[in-house]
């Protein structure tokens, strides 16, 4: 039976969802039924439906005490909000429910596995947050708390583990019907590392192994790990804090992290092959996978920046929204996303020009809008004299606009927002480095109403951002500092 904080919870989001027009919301992707969201949790396809929960505080649209929201699809471009799953409602969870996943029972019943938070007074006055792992049991849409909670505290972890850095489990059952989890955790001096958990009936955890350590290496605490196999690799997401960068790479400080390797069975230790950014642009963070029944992994995440949340206006309705689904892949040892190929049944309107010459500003007849599907093929009309820049420019008006350029000589994109309509000093511009021969260069640009996010190169690297620019300003325009050649595919997405 739901606690009182969750039925006031459910209760509330009722309401609130009412006061928030349609047209306030991005057209699909997910964003909070009401109030504040962050991570992805609980990625997972069951009954017949995607699921997807999310970090949730109802009441305002600032972080605070973590409930569960839910959202179910048949498409996961269109989604239906389910009442919020989880509430801290238990001494173990008393101040958040925190980030996990979800898997199911032999018996058909849906299990979710998450970090319960509680926190606990210091020596010296101040508070610090236990961190437990903890499960609930349902049936896709009511939740119940195990009564054995927490599963896993801080004596199951192994020497030098931190209490106040461990969480965000991401479970998954084996094919011997046996669970495991990987979670994030850190060294008392704050060193990220992810431990390997295994359970012979999704109730009963033991620590399997450290699997991999970060020995200083990429940030501080590893946050949202996940861990999979794909293309005959192992692959290890992650979100760690506090990164430098390093070269192109890193740049987002609360940032994410790819490592492609192996898994060497007998010891329980992650073998690194290689290493990249997940996103290389400025709002991705918390990264979760899901298999799909048709053998695809999927991959979803939080479109928004830890440093840039504080400058939104704590009066709007709704604030965080999930990145749009991609379908991942790995290519010469490098990760590729695309996205979800779902997408191409919102397309219409299809508008094509071929071979068109972009020297100084040129705008297109019928390409514009905020809900699109663009296809952008770059090249220099003269391989032997390159153009110096190439841009686009979109959600445009005379006031407003966001860039994407690109710079051949240096093989650098760029993703710009500073004219989008920001009154802040918040970080405006990311650049990556990519792969370009003779100034050649392939983007598919997609945009909703409150956000674009760039592939490079059919998926070598995406770059994501969002703006909260006027609906109004859905001008698009072409500019080249020299000359190029540009073909465009371009569809309205309805």
Not at 135 to 163: H, S
């Amino acid at each position: 039976m739901a606690s009182q904080i969750l039925r006031d919870a459910r209760k509330y989001e009722e309401i609130a969802e009412e006061k928030i027009g349609e047209e306030e919301r991005p057209a699909f992707h997910l964003s909070v039924r009401t109030g504040w969201m962050n991570d992805p949790n609980g990625f997972s396809f069951y009954n017949g439906q995607y699921h997807l929960f999310y970090q949730y505080y109802p009441y305002r649209s600032v972080w605070d005490s973590m409930h569960w929201g839910h959202a179910i699809s048949e498409d996961l471009l269109h989604w239906k909000y389910f009442p919020a799953a989880l509430a801290p409602d238990t001494e173990y969870d008393r101040d958040g429910c925190f980030s996990g996943s979800a898997s199911m029972f032999s018996d058909g019943r849906q299990l979710l596995m998450y970090t319960g938070v509680a926190k606990e007074t210091q020596p010296d006055g101040s508070t610090r947050e236990i961190q437990t792992q903890c499960i609930a049991i349902g049936d896709g849409r009511d939740y119940e708390k195990y009564a054995e909670n927490p599963v896993l505290t801080q004596k199951d972890l192994p020497e030098g583990g931190d209490k106040y850095n461990f969480r965000d489990p991401k479970i998954w059952r084996e094919e011997d019907g046996t669970y495991a989890c990987v979670i994030g955790n850190c060294t008392g001096d704050g060193d990220g590392r992810i431990l390997l958990f295994r359970s012979e009936d999704g109730l009963c955890w033991k620590f399997s192994s450290i699997l991999v350590e970060n020995q200083k290496r990429f940030g501080k605490m590893w946050e949202c790990p996940d861990f999979f196999t794909l293309d005959g690799k192992y692959v290890l997401l992650t979100s760690p804090q506090d990164m430098l960068p390093k070269g192109f790479e890193y740049h987002n400080g609360n940032g994410t992290l790819c490592l492609i390797g192996d898994l060497e069975k007998e010891t329980g230790k992650f073998v690194e092959e290689a290493n990249q950014s997940i996103d290389y642009g400025i709002d991705f963070y918390a990264s979760q996978t899901m298999l799909a029944p048709d053998g695809r992994r999927i991959m979803i995440g939080w479109m928004q920046n830890w440093d840039t949340c504080p400058a939104h206006q704590p009066e709007r309705k709704w604030f965080g929204q999930m990145c749009l689904p991609r379908e991942l892949s790995i290519r010469d040892g490098h990760l590729i996303q695309q996205p979800i190929r779902e997408l191409t049944a919102m397309r219409s309107g299809k508008v094509h020009y071929e071979n068109v010459r972009i020297i100084d500003l040129v705008r297109l007849e019928k390409i514009e809008g905020r809900r699109i599907d663009m296809e952008l093929h770059i090249r220099p009309e003269n391989k032997e004299e390159l153009f110096r820049k190439f841009a686009v420019r979109f959600a445009q008006d005379e006031i407003y606009h966001t860039a994407i350029s690109f710079r051949p000589h240096e093989s650098i994109v760029k993703v710009d927002r500073k004219f989008s309509g920001s009154r802040r000093a918040l970080i405006h511009q990311r650049r990556s480095l990519v792969r370009t021969k003779d100034g050649e260069l392939k983007l598919r640009i997609i945009l909703d109403r409150f956000s674009a996010e760039v592939f490079i190169n059919d998926g070598e690297q995406v770059m994501t951002i969002t703006f909260y620019t006027p609906q109004t300003a859905k001008g698009i325009s072409f500019y080249a500092d020299g000359t190029a050649l540009l073909d465009v595919v371009k569809y309205d997405l309805i």
